[in-house]
């Protein structure tokens, strides 16, 4: 199964999967060409985003849980990806990664884990004091922070942070999410399990509104994207 995707360009872009492989493509997905990395064999890669040049990936051991961050720069024709390890990362296990620009670098996981990096090589622990396992992480600067949270009934809300990821207060209530995406560094989209649309924005303080957006018919918006 396909976990991740993330394209440069158009055309060329990279998928990752649960068993480890990463399929590349350099028509638009019309062509597909699958490699095993060595460094992700057992592995499962759940998330994957692009910065400086260089691919960032998050995995999960199959076998022993243990999580791995890797980076990795593409070959001129767009169908291979070098992969290097990270050996500054603890944590047991990770979700996501994301580049937020000036922002710095942030992977999420269960129980609340979070780490920051300003290179994505060199991991740092951001103690959160949450519980709930982190789905998706956007920071605006340093202090302003926005993360997708699942608890144990799977349900998802938003979460937000004004001073780098230490204190977190919920932003929506009885909303189940899906998934967000910023557009700008300090706005953004949500979609919902009830099919509808919400925008956050940072002005100064962290709020949401729902947007009048097309109709799902009901149906769960489950992903989006900007290009």
Not at 19 to 35: A, E, P, R
Not at 135 to 163: H, M, P, Q, W, Y
Not at 171 to 200: D, H, P
């Given at each position: 199964n396909i976990l991740d995707l993330y394209f440069a360009t158009d055309l060329k872009g990279v998928f990752v999967t649960n068993n480890g492989n990463v399929i590349y493509t350099?028509?638009?997905?019309?062509?597909?060409?699958?490699?095993?990395?060595?460094?992700?064999v057992g592995h499962e890669i759940k998330s994957i985003t692009?910065?400086?040049?260089k691919y960032f990936a998050v995995s999960k051991n199959k076998t022993t849980g243990t999580a791995r961050i890797a980076y990795g720069t593409m070959n001129t024709a767009g169908t291979l990806i070098t992969w290097t390890q990270v050996t500054s990362i603890t944590s047991t296990d990770l979700v996501t990664v994301s580049n937020c620009g000036t922002a710095g670098y942030y992977a999420g996981g269960p129980n609340g884990v979070l780490l920051k990096s300003t290179d994505a090589i060199t991991w740092e622990v951001i103690p959160t004091g949450m519980n709930g396992?982190?789905?998706s992480v956007f920071?605006?600067?340093?202090?302003?922070?926005?993360?997708?949270?699942?608890?144990?009934t799977f349900n998802r809300e938003l979460f937000?942070?004004?001073?780098?990821?230490?204190?977190?207060?919920?932003?929506?209530?009885?909303?189940?999410?899906?998934?967000?995406?910023?557009?700008?560094?300090?706005?953004?989209i949500a979609v919902a399990e009830s099919g509808k649309l919400y925008r956050l924005?940072?002005?100064?303080?962290?709020?949401?509104?729902?947007?009048?957006?097309?109709?799902?018919?009901?149906?769960a918006l489950v992903a989006l994207d900007f290009t």
């Amino acid at each position: 199964n396909i976990l991740d995707l993330y394209f440069a360009t158009d055309l060329k872009g990279v998928f990752v999967t649960n068993n480890g492989n990463v399929i590349y493509t350099i028509d638009g997905g019309n062509t597909l060409t699958v490699n095993a990395p060595t460094i992700f064999v057992g592995h499962e890669i759940k998330s994957i985003t692009f910065a400086n040049s260089k691919y960032f990936a998050v995995s999960k051991n199959k076998t022993t849980g243990t999580a791995r961050i890797a980076y990795g720069t593409m070959n001129t024709a767009g169908t291979l990806i070098t992969w290097t390890q990270v050996t500054s990362i603890t944590s047991t296990d990770l979700v996501t990664v994301s580049n937020c620009g000036t922002a710095g670098y942030y992977a999420g996981g269960p129980n609340g884990v979070l780490l920051k990096s300003t290179d994505a090589i060199t991991w740092e622990v951001i103690p959160t004091g949450m519980n709930g396992k982190i789905i998706s992480v956007f920071f605006v600067n340093a202090n302003k922070g926005v993360a997708l949270v699942e608890d144990v009934t799977f349900n998802r809300e938003l979460f937000t942070t004004l001073d780098g990821g230490k204190n977190w207060t919920k932003l929506s209530t009885g909303i189940n999410f899906n998934a967000f995406e910023f557009y700008q560094q300090a706005q953004g989209i949500a979609v919902a399990e009830s099919g509808k649309l919400y925008r956050l924005f940072s002005s100064p303080n962290w709020v949401f509104s729902e947007l009048a957006g097309p109709n799902s018919n009901g149906n769960a918006l489950v992903a989006l994207d900007f290009t």
